[in-house]
Every structure is written in structure tokens, then in C-alpha cells.
T-cell receptor, first 116, second 114 residues
Framework: AQKVTQAQTEISVVEKEDVTLDCVYE???????LFWYKQPPSGELVFLIR??????QNEISGRYSWNFQKSTSSFNFTITASQVVDSAVYFC?????????????FGAGTRLFVKA | DTAVSQTPKYLVTQMGNDKSIKCEQN?????MYWYKQDSKKFLKIMFS???????INETVPNRFSPKSPDKAHLNLHINSLELGDSAVYFC?????????????FGQGTRLTVV
């Protein structure tokens, strides 16, 4: 069965600190997809990254980087030099095959506070 | 141009009423979803439609009935509203490919049942 665990409920950092948001997943499928989404205080959900199970390359996009490790079933997200605008709830999600397509489940989210 | 738009943004209603939330996407996607986000921010899929056909129906009460008149629209009708239905409901869409692709979300509808 699918499961996504984001053990950190809330993290508070001071601007310019680096912060890592953890995500651990469970799946029995060999083909699956991992995602990160951001939900700022305004409430919309914004896609950040997608990774498939066959691509373990880490990715960097500006101040954001992602570390995908199949050996530990983790897909962690690091923000370097955090800024106040990074304050949001961040969701990790897992999609695996389901009848007719893929089913996505979300972790409980990690609320990040970045203080000036 | 709004990619996924849902209306209304806010909905306050009394217990026992019936209400609908509309959703439209102009991205040309084949798959549309309804998600429910509760007060603790848990986000859970309710329904998934692919090209107007229901493909995922999570254990949602029968009072919730999705309707997809075409692949660009997925509406949610809720009968006999209960206090526990209060939540933010998100519509989303994604492109059906060989694998799972990212979902584009609407801005959410905050439903408050009093």
C-alpha cells in the first residue's frame, strides 16, 4: 500500500538558513512517481518537482534541491539560504499505478516558517 | 488565463442543504480530480476522472456525486451537507501519459457548513 510520511510537522528557521524537509515513502510498485508541492498562505497548491522511480539523479533548481534515494525510500527537499517568501506548507506526494491510471497520495505536509 | 478555475471560492451553507462546486480546466488535460483538504491540511483524493470516465472513487459518502459533462469540466455536487463536510475542496487536472504527471490545482473552494 502507498504511504508518504513527512515526520516534521513544523519547522521554523531564520532567513538565510538552509533547511531540509524530509519525505519517506512506501510502495510495492517498481514504477512510481514522487512530487513536491508548495502551498503558500494564499492557499493555492503549486507544483515544484516530479521524479520517476527510475531516475535517482538529484536535482537543483535555484535555491531548491532534491535528494532522491531509493535505498532509504526518501525524497528530501532542501532550501538553501531560505527567504521569508519560502514560508508555506510543503507536501510530498507519491503516485503509483491504480486501475485506469495512477493514484496520488499526499503526505501530511510540513509547515515551514521563515523569520526575517 | 486561469488554467484550472473553480467556483465559488467560498461557500457557506446550512446543514442539510445541497450545493455544487464547478471546475473547468483549459489546459487540454485528460484527467481531472477532486481533493479534500481538512482543517489539519491533510489532502486526500476523492475522485479521479479520465476523459469523462470515473477511474478513482475513494471511500467517499454517496452524498458526493461528481459529474463530468466533458473532459474540461468536473463538477462536484454534495447532497444533505453535514458539519464534517466543512473543508477546502480542490479541483485539479493532469495530462494522461504513460506515467503520472504533475497536477495543476484550482484555487480551492472553502466550504463551511453551519
Amino acid at each position: 500500500a502507498q504511504k508518504v510520511t513527512q515526520a516534521q510537522t513544523e519547522i521554523s528557521v531564520v532567513e538565510k538558513e538552509d533547511v531540509t524537509l524530509d519525505c519517506v515513502y512506501e510502495t510495492r510498485d517498481t514504477t512510481y512517481y514522487l512530487f513536491w508541492y508548495k502551498q503558500p498562505p494564499s492557499g493555492e497548491l503549486v507544483f515544484l518537482i516530479r521524479r520517476n522511480s527510475f531516475d535517482e539523479q538529484n536535482e537543483i533548481s535555484g535555491r531548491y534541491s532534491w535528494n532522491f534515494q531509493k535505498s532509504t525510500s526518501s525524497f528530501n527537499f532542501t532550501i538553501t539560504a531560505s527567504q521569508v517568501v519560502d514560508s508555506a506548507v510543503y507536501f510530498c506526494a507519491l503516485s503509483e499505478r491504480n486501475t485506469g491510471g495512477f493514484k496520488t497520495i499526499f503526505g501530511a505536509g510540513t509547515r515551514l516558517f521563515v523569520k526575517a | 488565463d486561469t488554467a484550472v478555475s473553480q467556483t465559488p471560492k467560498y461557500l457557506v451553507t446550512q446543514m442539510g442543504n445541497d450545493k455544487s462546486i464547478k471546475c473547468e480546466q483549459n489546459l487540454g488535460h485528460d484527467t481531472m480530480y477532486w481533493y479534500k483538504q481538512d482543517s489539519k491540511k491533510f489532502l486526500k483524493i476523492m475522485f479521479s476522472y479520465n476523459n469523462k470516465e470515473l477511474i478513482i472513487n475513494e471511500t467517499v459518502p454517496n452524498r458526493f456525486s461528481p459529474k463530468s459533462p466533458d473532459k474540461a469540466h468536473l463538477n462536484l455536487h454534495i447532497n444533505s451537507l453535514e458539519l464534517g463536510d466543512s473543508a477546502v475542496y480542490f479541483c485539479a487536472s493532469s495530462q494522461k501519459t504513460g506515467g503520472a504527471t504533475e497536477a495543476f490545482f484550482g484555487q480551492g473552494t472553502r466550504l463551511t457548513v453551519v
